[in-house]
């Protein structure tokens, strides 16, 4: 570790993992009332655990994407972090308010919740993803102005390199995004317009200025490739990611009430979007390829190239098999939506916390890497987590498309209660999967207690400063 305030990301990453482990049994949850309707019902009904679940995935992955800027500004910018006192208020802000929010969710009836959190005040309730009340969505933004304040202050301070550039842009359009989810108009299709403004610029937007600054600034560190060449690679790679996925937006404006030109544009520009996430795949190869020096954290390694490919999986090949208006005229809203969520959220996003926590986390506990031998634990845990994913990917895709033909495309539609018992086959296998995936974060988990031995190494190694 270079500079001491790096290690205010620790708690960051370590509440990631909880967070992510309660996501991971929710979706167990979530993925047995798909065949056993009422089980945990009452106390656990079916909207309040899909809720619980998609809430935890984005909490979780805030607190990733925040631990990995305040690890690598301050070394990106070859100072100390502004403020780290700051940093870990934040933490604890944060922690708070998204525990209190969940226990909410569980605890009171949703109607409840909304009358407690003075909702009629500023009505911002009720809608998918952006269901949190109002008071903890102004906590949020309290916690991203805070947050950025810091790490804007510390790259204005310091060195300017294009990883920190690119990931400070994403990170204010993240926050600058979020503000949309305070604005509800009563027309419904306004509504939709300008909530697919936080979800989908999130996610196939300013997200992926983050997803790929970490990507590069861990590449640099294990590689050893020239910075000049990974820097330019990146400055392409948002480039399109940017075009395609801005205009790309109108892929979800088909059907809800807006003019027909948006079938064009949404057809053509989602149908580039895969060309980004082909070329960081690419990239990522290349750069491993290339490589000057052989870095002993080889699990870091495979996190990185497991997210360039499941990422151009997921968002890009799931994504274009539904996103042409005439396809996703069938499809839309099916099981092949939830197939292509679900592989494109864990190879984006997942796997690129997971990359950088797999780098940074030996580094905070005095090592360089890993044990090889918790490398190996952690190497089962990423191949029993994406394996795992793959065919929780394949089992909706299946579900989803005699969905389509049995609900959709026939002349004799059947009803969709009908259609579902049918399919239950597949909700039962990607149950299996879901518990499969369970085990692999749990020996992921297992890697971080395992004894470093001979080749633990201590405060004295010299870390890589490259």
Do not use: C
């Amino acid at each position: 570790m270079k500079y001491s305030s790096q290690a205010v990301a620790k708690p960051y990453f370590i509440a990631a993992i909880g967070l992510f482990i309660g996501q991971i049994l929710f979706g167990v949850i979530l993925g047995l009332q798909y065949v056993i309707g009422d089980f945990l019902f009452p106390e656990i009904p079916f909207n309040v655990a899909r809720m619980v679940h998609t809430n935890l995935l984005i909490v979780w992955l805030l607190f990733g994407f925040m631990g990995a800027a305040y690890y690598l500004v301050p070394e990106e910018a070859e100072r100390e972090l502004h403020s780290p006192v700051l940093a870990r208020a934040l933490f604890w802000i944060f922690l708070l308010a998204g525990a209190l929010t969940i226990l909410g969710y569980l605890l009171v009836p949703y109607a409840r919740l909304a009358d407690m959190t003075l909702n009629d005040l500023l009505p911002t309730m009720g809608r998918e993803f952006l269901e949190q009340p109002t008071i903890t969505k102004v906590g949020i933004v309290v916690v991203a102005l805070g947050f950025l304040y810091n790490v804007g202050m510390t790259v204005l301070a310091g060195r300017k390199t294009v990883v920190n550039i690119v990931l400070l842009t994403g990170l204010v359009g993240l926050a600058v995004l979020f503000l949309f989810a305070f604005y509800v108009p009563d027309n419904l299709v306004l509504d939709k317009f300008y909530w697919w403004w936080v979800v989908h610029l999130w996610v196939e937007g300013v997200w992926e200025l983050i997803l790929g600054s970490i990507l590069a600034f861990v590449l640099i560190k294990v590689t050893g490739v020239d910075r000049e060449v990974i820097e330019k690679w990146l400055y392409v790679i948002i480039a399109m990611a940017l075009i395609t996925g801005i205009v790309g937006t109108g892929h979800h404006y088909y059907w809800i009430g807006t003019p027909e030109y948006w079938q064009w544009w949404g057809s053509v520009f989602s149908a580039m979007e895969p060309i980004p996430f082909l070329m960081m795949a690419v990239f990522a190869f290349n750069m491993i390829n290339r490589r000057r020096r052989d870095h002993p954290n080889r699990a870091a390694l495979l996190w990185a190239q497991g997210t360039a490919v499941m990422a151009f999986l997921g968002a890009g090949v799931w994504g274009f098999l539904h996103t042409l208006a005439p396809v996703n005229y069938y499809t839309h809203g099916t099981q092949i939506t939830a197939a292509h969520g679900h592989m494109a959220f864990y190879g984006a996003y997942v796997m690129i916390v997971l990359t950088v926590i797999s780098y940074a986390m030996p580094i905070l506990r005095g090592q360089q890497a890993a044990d090889p031998r918790a490398q190996v634990v952690e190497m089962w845990a990423f191949w029993l987590m994406t394996v795992s994913m793959v065919f929780i990917t394949l089992f909706l895709t299946g579900a989803g498309v005699l969905q389509v033909w049995m609900q959709r495309y026939t002349e004799n539609p059947l009803p969709f209660m009908v259609v579902q018992e049918k399919v239950a086959i597949f909700y039962w296998l990607r149950e299996l999967a879901g518990l499969v995936f369970l085990i692999g974060l749990a020996t992921y988990v297992a890697s971080f207690f395992v004894k470093g031995g001979e080749r633990a190494m201590g405060s004295d190694i010299a870390v890589d400063t490259a």
